[in-house]
């Protein structure tokens, strides 16, 4: 597997050739995943075989106005996977390669602090650092760094409302030296951190590689991190050792759900559970106890 980001401008001719010839290039080589392309930049994650793998990255290189800055260089990060976490292959056009729907938010204008994960733990136990978790609630439901901000929000785009109704008048009262946040991978920091110091805020500083790159290089018995780390493939999530974890989806509102939640009498699999058992009509359960039985027939 390899996930991949770079914040770099793309012109009509390249984004469109891009989105055309990359399912094709995919099909060939036996690789699975979704690329995001938008005139600001690529973000993706493939998996399949290694040769399959590289010649799409290669294609990217070669077509990308790559630099020396982090967030436009491509960083990749490669884990490995018993099994595919994919279905499909997708390339999709975006608006952005990360929702956040604030232009000024710009990587390549004004962006925050990089932080090693090896130098995280010494920010994030200084009493003086506001530490944030960027993330939707969901994913900080089953995962975090000790002693972290949740700000609660459903999607990205509401993190910029937040920020003004909660953070500003928090910093204002607490004074911290510092803001410290985090994501899974880095990219949503990458906006998270510009907007921020767009809207006058200083010191703010982010994890460089996300999480991910966190538990990949930290020790578990020095780890500040505590339960397992979302993920958006059908691992569904990754524990210290970044193998897939304990929690599963429900397929009905697409919620992770612990071993314990998936033994409560609420939960049909496939067809609801806790988090949406009075959310749907039973014209809805019925659709996705249908699915549910063709999704089994079909594993045989």
């Known amino acids: 597997m390899a996930a991949f980001y770079a914040f770099t401008p793309l012109d009509l001719e390249r984004l469109e050739g891009l989105l055309a010839d990359l399912p094709l290039m995919a099909r060939h080589a036996d690789v699975v995943g979704s690329i995001l392309i938008a005139p600001e930049g690529v973000n993706g994650t493939i998996s399949g075989p290694d040769a399959g793998v590289q010649e799409l990255l290669d294609r990217l290189h070669a077509d990308l106005c790559l630099g020396e800055?982090?967030?436009?260089?491509?960083?990749?990060?490669?884990s490995r996977s018993p099994k595919q976490v994919f279905r499909r292959f997708k390339a999709r056009r975006k608006r952005e390669i990360v929702t956040l729907g604030q232009p000024?938010?710009?990587p390549r204008q004004s962006v925050g602090t990089y932080v090693e994960p090896r130098d995280w733990n010494a920010l994030v136990d200084d009493p003086d650092t506001l530490v944030i978790d960027t993330r939707n609630s969901y994913e900080v439901a089953i995962g975090s760094f000790s002693g972290s901000l949740d700000p609660g929000t459903e999607s990205f785009r509401d993190f910029p409302d937040w920020v003004e109704s909660d953070l500003r008048p928090l910093v204002e009262q607490t004074s911290p030296a510092r803001i410290a946040m985090f994501c899974t991978g880095g990219i949503r920091c990458e906006k998270a951190s510009s907007f921020l110091q767009q809207r006058g805020f200083p010191e703010v500083h982010h994890l460089k590689g996300g999480i991910l790159s966190y538990l990949?290089?930290?020790p578990e018995d020095q780890s500040r991190w505590q339960g397992e780390c979302f993920v958006f493939d059908q691992r569904v999530a990754v524990n210290h050792q970044l193998e897939p974890g304990e929690h599963r989806l429900c397929h009905a509102c697409g919620l992770p759900l612990t071993?314990?939640?998936?033994?409560?009498?609420?939960?049909?699999?496939?067809?609801?559970?806790l988090h949406c058992q009075d959310r749907f009509t039973d014209a809805d359960r019925a659709r996705f106890a249908m699915r549910q039985r063709q999704l089994d027939e079909a594993r045989g």
Do not use: I, M, N, T
Request: glycine letters at 4%.
């Open 69 to 78: 800055e982090h967030f436009e260089r491509l960083q990749v990060k490669r």
């Open 259 to 273: 071993p314990a939640q998936r033994q409560l009498e609420s939960y049909l699999r496939g067809v609801q559970c």
């Open 216 to 218: 990949e290089q930290v």
């Open 104 to 106: 000024c938010a710009d």
